[in-house]
């Protein structure tokens, strides 16, 4: 089956720290994956995503994710935290050509 | 830019009542997705369209059906509610099928509704 998980269901940092968010994924094909943010009582942002071509994904607002199939992870990282980059972040993995799987999300909480 | 509409942004909603959410794509977006994102969890599939015909089916109970209009709008229609289908529910849309690259799926702000 195809799946997703993202490892903790809450993340705190500093202002000014590394932001790691890990997501690994389950799937029987090459994958299309995802990362959206949320912020509260609104829709879902895309941030990046991956779609077999670079493996390192540069997206919106500094973040970046790796795709590395040895390890089925696709990690969203940011070298440095901003008080406004405080949401739900949701790993996604593309299905059946079309639907998206999310994870069950990952909030992260930035400290002054 | 103009982005996905989603009307009513709110919906109050008795038990074993209907209601029904639409969306409005983004221009020239053919395809409409919608998804169901309970209290603390993440969005779960319902159901897609691609030129007004159903493309994929996801977890959508037998109680909700759902269309695409000619102008590409689309409505979801529930019936019969249950406390359960208190949630937000999530359209978004793209400029043709698939995940491939340019075919990215653009959210909604959702419409929350909630069943007393």
């Known amino acids: 089956a195809q799946s997703v998980t993202q490892l903790g269901s809450h993340v705190s940092v500093s202002e000014g720290a590394l932001v790691l968010l890990r997501c690994n994924y389950s799937s029987s094909v090459p994958p299309y994956l995802f990362w959206y943010v949320q912020y509260p009582n609104q829709g879902l942002q895309l941030l990046l995503k991956?779609?077999?071509?670079?493996?390192l994904v540069k997206g919106i607002n500094g973040f970046e994710a790796e795709f590395k199939k040895s390890e089925t992870s696709f990690h969203l990282t940011k070298p440095s935290a901003h008080m406004s980059d405080a949401a739900e972040y949701f790993c996604?993995?593309?299905?059946?050509?079309?639907?998206?799987?999310f994870g069950t999300g990952t909030r992260l909480l930035v400290s002054p | 830019a103009a982005g996905v509409i989603q009307s009513p942004r709110h919906l109050i909603k008795e038990k074993r009542e209907t209601a029904t959410l639409k969306c409005y794509p983004i221009?020239?977006?053919?395809?409409v997705y919608w998804y169901q994102q309970g209290p603390g969890q993440d969005p779960q599939f319902l159901i897609s369209?691609?030129?007004?015909?159903?493309?994929d089916k996801g977890s959508i109970p037998d109680r909700f059906s759902a269309q695409q209009f000619s102008d590409y709008h689309s409505e979801l229609n529930m019936s019969s509610l249950e406390l359960g289908d208190s949630a937000l529910y999530f359209c978004a849309s793209s400029l043709g099928p698939g995940l491939a690259l340019n075919n990215e799926q653009f959210f909604g702000p959702g419409t929350r509704l909630t069943v007393l």
């Open positions: 996604a993995l593309g299905v059946s050509f079309q639907k998206l799987v």
């Open positions: 221009p020239r977006h053919d395809t």
């Open positions: 369209f691609y030129e007004k015909m159903q493309s």
């Open positions: 991956y779609t077999s071509a670079a493996t």
